[in-house]
Nanobody
Framework: QVQLVESGGGLVQAGGSLRLSCAAS????????MGWFRQAPGKEREFVST????????YYADSVKGRFTISRDNAKNTVYLRMNGLKPDDTAVYYC?????????????????WGQGTQVTVSS
């Protein structure tokens, strides 16, 4: 059983930056691809970014491409999401998730383990 704990959310002005962290425990971290998803009030959970098991490949939603950067440190069992140029539309609860195997890393339904989420609020 993998436990995931996110941190780093908060309130920031438009154009600002935040770095989210997700610490994993209870499993072999490098066996899992990691994803970040977000959910705004009244909206469905949506894909933000994902990184493959070794970190060799990363993928981003079009809405965050060029502004967000995902990375992982397998020695620290942690995945990060660096968010620059934040916009009010980025306001949401951000979740990290882990999956052992998936044919579609952008599909939240494939992910087995989830953190509790961290709130990101971007003011205009």
């Amino acid at each position: 059983q993998v436990q995931l704990v996110e941190s780093g959310g908060g309130l920031v002005q438009a154009g600002g930056s935040l770095r989210l962290s997700c610490a994993a425990s209870g499993g072999t971290f490098s066996n899992y691809a990691m994803g970040w998803f977000r959910q705004a009030p009244g909206k469905e959970r949506e894909f933000v970014s994902t990184i493959t098991w070794s970190g060799s490949n990363t993928y981003y939603a079009d809405s965050v491409k060029g502004r967000f950067t995902i990375s992982r440190d397998n020695a620290k069992n942690t995945v990060y999401l660096r968010m620059n140029g934040l916009k009010p539309d980025d306001t949401a609860v951000y979740y990290c998730a882990a999956v052992g195997w998936s044919q579609n890393l952008q599909d939240y339904k494939d992910y087995s383990y989830w953190g509790q989420g961290t709130q990101v609020t971007v003011s205009s």
